[in-house]
């Protein structure tokens, strides 16, 4: 049987071979804990330090806004449930699409069970988000909306949606965007695919 070709990128990549190398001493020397304060743990340290301060330039940001998880999962649940509880004062409205990873629909989920409402938006047959702005108020929006989210790329589909137009909301409302597969590209494309 031949080997079938890989196209969902989007979800999972091999890693290059730069990276690697860079990886490599970490791997198979410096391989302490970057948290603990002995020997071991010094270099790796100074690595994520460094790490840190080279995602925040990317990302136009201070490294102390930098948070590394052990992944997605991890990283919607920190970013959705903390955004929900620290502006509970002020609404409980959070608003998704209905084609969000699961990891994203399963905290909706989860919120939802614990007071929160949860509007999730359809999309086109496109697979983009049906809630751009009408009149100056995206679809959804509530005057107790907190949080919204909306993943940028969706792997089996290969749209990408236009981040700022299918999340516009006048007012103080917390944006999560899943957009890990821009960072890093140039800032031409990234500006038109966030417009």
Same mark, same amino acid.
């Given at each position: 049987?031949?080997?079938?070709?890989?196209?969902?990128?989007?979800?999972?990549?091999?890693?290059?071979?730069?990276?690697?190398?860079?990886?490599?001493?970490?791997?198979?020397?410096?391989?302490?804990?970057?948290?603990?304060?002995?020997?071991?743990?010094?270099?790796?340290?100074?690595?994520?330090?460094?790490?840190?301060?080279?995602?925040?330039?990317?990302?136009?940001?201070?490294?102390?806004?930098?948070?590394?998880?052990?992944?997605?999962?991890?990283?919607?649940?920190?970013?959705?449930?903390?955004?929900?509880?620290?502006?509970?004062?002020?609404?409980?409205?959070?608003?998704?699409?209905?084609?969000?990873?699961?990891?994203?629909?399963?905290?909706?989920?989860?919120?939802?069970?614990?007071?929160?409402?949860?509007?999730?938006?359809?999309?086109?047959?496109?697979?983009?988000?049906?809630?751009?702005?009408?009149?100056?108020?995206?679809?959804?929006?509530?005057?107790?909306? +907190? !949080? /919204? *989210? =909306? %993943? #940028?790329?969706?792997?089996?589909?290969?749209?990408?949606? +236009? !981040? /700022? *137009? =299918? %999340? #516009?909301?006048?007012?103080?409302?917390?944006?999560?965007?899943?957009?890990?597969?821009?960072?890093?590209?140039?800032?031409?494309?990234?500006?038109?695919?966030?417009?």
């Amino acid at each position: 049987m031949p080997k079938p070709i890989y196209l969902d990128y989007n979800a999972t990549t091999p890693h290059d071979s730069e990276v690697i190398e860079a990886m490599r001493p970490y791997f198979e020397e410096e391989f302490g804990n970057p948290s603990s304060s002995h020997y071991y743990g010094l270099k790796p340290k100074q690595a994520v330090i460094k790490a840190r301060e080279q995602v925040a330039s990317l990302l136009n940001c201070e490294p102390e806004e930098i948070i590394f998880t052990s992944g997605g999962t991890e990283s919607n649940n920190f970013a959705i449930k903390g955004c929900a509880e620290a502006f509970l004062h002020k609404g409980n409205h959070i608003i998704t699409s209905q084609i969000e990873h699961p990891a994203v629909l399963q905290v909706c989920r989860f919120l939802e069970n614990n007071g929160f409402e949860v509007t999730y938006l359809p999309v086109n047959e496109f697979g983009l988000i049906n809630g751009g702005p009408v009149g100056g108020q995206a679809i959804g929006r509530r005057q107790q909306t +907190r !949080c /919204r *989210s =909306a %993943l #940028h790329r969706r792997a089996q589909s290969l749209c990408a949606q +236009r !981040c /700022r *137009s =299918a %999340l #516009h909301a006048k007012g103080s409302v917390t944006v999560k965007t899943d957009a890990w597969c821009r960072a890093g590209n140039d800032q031409t494309a990234r500006n038109r695919e966030c417009a």
